[in-house]
């Protein structure tokens, strides 16, 4: 049982100074779409999307947890030109275990999403059943939503980026969605079972083989900028999919935010959860990942202190054990149960591992300063995040001046140094933040 407070005996005490802190503006290509839904309707009008709808035929839309930038104007309107075109659409959700691997939390996850029967139009279907199509030639089975088989055709909304636990030519998108997705809890579970070591052959021959059992149509792929807004929207048909993904994902690393920085001593994370990535924290962007997996995002940090949870993740902690310390209000909203359903069905069991606790945002920070060998906590390099979606302003130490100053291509000043705010319950005063829906 932990108690209420945490009291620890610490060699000199947590009173030492810290550096201070000074508003930076990352440097990053931000391409920018200005109408989602106008892209996605020219598109339609193609006759190669277009032609694919035969009037009365039921589509199956398949939409994911991730709070992607757009995403319920897209699915809108992807229902809509179905629609136009006669069809008789429907939404389901397909993201796996997610929403603590039931019908209702998934339905919920939508919700969060802006996606509902009203705001789309069409019904939603969320079961958690599934057929099984076969097994590949490894013996794997692979499951399909249960509504989605028995649709006339299955198309899909989701985001292409760079995956959080592997690397490939083909990692978050179309395929992972149609394999994993699409597959609910029983083929998350399947495919995770192999690894994902195994994810970058398995997936794509997950992926052509529903695509050779289903009627699959396209998949409305979207992809996002450094600044979490929508850079590109397109559809891609079924024959160009194994093509196409791959040079989709390219233009996503080419976009996506980074810490312009090869090592740090603290990174401070304000907030993790599932609505910022699968991860809780991309680790793309904090340079670790899971024990057994081997992992270079080109950063090393030596300290990570995470103060809390989204609200949006719903108590789901799953990535907490890549942190080094987190507060006590942290701890208080993690939720086991949805947290170990997602962790055991990605084999990753470190990711739902506890860190050091401690009582205070301000405790957690400076004993992630106090810690690093053979520096003193002012002379520590501290970098101060919202999330690890928003990451384009960002506090830094004035220990790192002269590594900013030194790189005016990456780098903007936009500040003037000043201290960590802590209030009188030692809470750290937050970076700004949109926030950021859904739960992946």
């Known amino acids: 049982m932990i108690p209420d407070k945490i009291e620890v005996n610490i060699a000199g005490g947590l009173d030492s100074e810290l550096p201070r802190m000074i508003r930076v503006r990352q440097k990053f290509p931000c391409v920018e779409l200005d109408n989602v839904s106008e892209v996605v309707a020219e598109q339609f009008a193609q006759p190669l999307v277009g032609e694919r709808i035969k009037p009365g035929m039921t589509v199956a839309v398949g939409c994911g947890s991730r709070g992607v930038a757009n995403v ?3 699915a809108a309107t992807v229902v809509s030109q ?8 429907f939404i389901f959700p397909a993201m ?24 789309m139009g069409c019904p939603i279907r969320s079961s958690m ?20 088989a028995a649709a006339d055709a299955v198309v899909l909304v989701c985001r292409v980026k760079a995956h959080t636990n592997f690397r490939g030519p083909i990692e978050s998108g179309i395929i992972k969605m149609l394999v994993i997705g699409m597959g609910k809890i029983r083929g998350a579970s399947a495919v995770h079972w192999y690894g994902f070591d195994s994810f970058a052959e398995l997936l794509p021959q997950a992926g052509e083989f529903i ?11 979207m992809v996002e900028n450094a600044e979490d807004r929508t850079a590109l929207v397109e559809v891609v048909p079924a024959e160009n999919v194994m093509q196409r993904e791959p040079e989709l994902l390219k233009l996503s690393r080419q976009w996506m935010p980074r810490l312009q920085f090869e090592k740090l001593d603290v990174l401070i994370v304000d907030q993790m959860g599932k609505n910022i990535t699968g991860a809780g924290m991309d680790p793309n962007i904090i340079g670790r990942n899971a024990r057994d997996q081997e992992w270079d995002a080109g950063i090393h940090i030596k300290k990570i202190a995470v103060l809390g949870l989204t609200p949006e993740t719903d108590g789901n902690a799953t990535g907490v054990g890549c942190a080094d310390v987190i507060t006590m209000r942290l701890f208080r909203d993690f939720d086991p149960a949805k947290t170990y359903a997602n962790v055991i069905a990605a084999t990753l069991l470190d990711g739902a591992a506890i860190p050091m606790i401690m009582n205070t945002d301000q405790e957690a920070v400076q004993l992630a300063a106090k810690t690093i060998p053979r520096t003193l906590p002012q002379d520590a390099t501290i970098v101060h995040i919202p999330n690890t979606l928003e990451i384009t302003e960002i506090d830094v130490s004035e220990t790192l001046l002269p590594y900013l ?9 936009i500040g003037e140094p000043k201290p960590l705010e802590f209030d009188r319950h030692g809470r750290l005063e937050p970076m700004p933040s949109h926030g950021v829906s859904g739960d992946e």
């Open 405 to 413: 100053r030194d790189n005016p291509d990456k780098f903007e000043i």
């Open 96 to 119: 796996g275990s997610h929403g603590s691997a039931s019908a209702e939390g998934q339905v919920k996850v939508l919700d969060s999403l802006g996606i509902n029967e009203q705001t």
């Open 72 to 74: 319920a104007e897209c």
């Open 211 to 221: 695509m050779q059992k289903i009627n699959f149509l396209f998949g409305v792929a």
């Open 129 to 148: 059943d599934v057929v099984e199509l076969g097994q590949l030639d490894n013996g794997m089975p692979v499951y399909f939503d249960k509504h989605a």
């Open 82 to 89: 179905l629609k136009a075109l006669g069809a008789k659409p």
